[in-house]
């Protein structure tokens, strides 16, 4: 169905208004993909905060104007599905290699994040990223790291003491 330029000024700003606040994008090659996976890759994108949209890539080009995301404007060939994370960097690319383990024809064509663009190879990169539940929880680790050790030597050296103490002990009754 074509578009008029009212609509397409809407599916513009729609994007432009995503692509500002988004952390990340995937643009993944789509053609083959049957219209129950796309169903079920929108629930998926819906639930991990992925907003997932098919458009034409020359809508798509002008949407990205002026966000960290321009440098992918010359990338933009071919059927593509334009997804952007906009609550964890990974989710995007986490979508797309999930998705793609079952369709072989769906597959990550270019990856941006920070105003770089990469080749869609990267994607494994970007879907390995942890999310902000994992990242505070590995920071938590690292500083709690340094308290427990410091609390196993107390504990080792009042072993040792205790350990000494009891020796002298025996030694007086003796």
Known sequence: MALNLSQKQEVVAELAEVASKAHSLVAAEYAGTTVSQMTAMRKKARETGVFLKVVKNTLAARAVEGTDFECTKDALVGPLLYAFSSEDPGAAGRLIKEFAKTNDKLQAKVVS??????????????????????????????????????????????????????????????
């Open 113 to 174: 994040i920070d105003g770089k663009l990469y080749p869609g190879s990267h994607v494994e990169a970007l879907a390995s990223l942890p999310t902000r539940e994992q990242a505070l929880a590995m920071l938590a680790r690292v500083l709690a790291e340094p308290v427990t050790m410091f609390a196993r030597a107390v504990k080792a050296v009042a072993d040792k003491q205790g350990g000494e103490a009891t020796a002298e002990a025996a030694a007086e009754t003796a």
